[in-house]
């Protein structure tokens, strides 16, 4: 199995900045996509930012120009800078990563999420 670690979440006020990380680990051959989604009370999960291992990004409309997506495929790790929040980016955040096993099966796996809170 692969293990997703987050850290990073936490409260700011509306304009403030947060950065999250997410650290893969486990009998992984490679990685091809990790990203970062959101879901906040009473809706469904949406992508924030992914980004593949040849660095092609992609962004929900919503965040463009204020997130930036980032990854170290050395540590097999993500990171997610997040500034001039909104109330409307409160939210739980999860760390997903798609890729092969040692053995090249594929795999899809998700963190446990982390609390964002954007107070107004």
């Known amino acids: 199995q692969v293990q997703l670690v987050e850290s990073g979440g936490g409260l700011v006020q509306a304009g403030g900045s947060l950065r999250l990380s997410c650290a893969a680990s486990?009998?992984?051959?490679?990685?091809?996509?990790m990203g970062w989604y959101r879901q906040a009370p009473g809706k469904q999960r949406e992508l924030v930012a992914t980004?593949?291992?040849?660095?092609?990004?992609n962004y929900a409309d919503s965040v463009k120009g204020r997130f930036t997506i980032s990854r170290d495929n050395a540590k097999n790790s993500v990171y997610l800078q997040m500034n001039s929040l909104k109330p409307e980016d409160t939210a739980v955040y999860y760390c997903?990563?798609?890729?092969?096993?040692?053995?090249?099966?594929?795999?899809?796996?998700w963190g446990q999420g982390t609390q964002v809170t954007v107070s107004s």
């Open positions: 980004m593949t291992s040849a660095r092609t990004t």
């Open positions: 486990g009998n992984i051959f490679t990685i091809n996509v």
């Open positions: 997903n990563s798609q890729g092969l096993y040692s053995d090249f099966t594929i795999f899809d796996s």
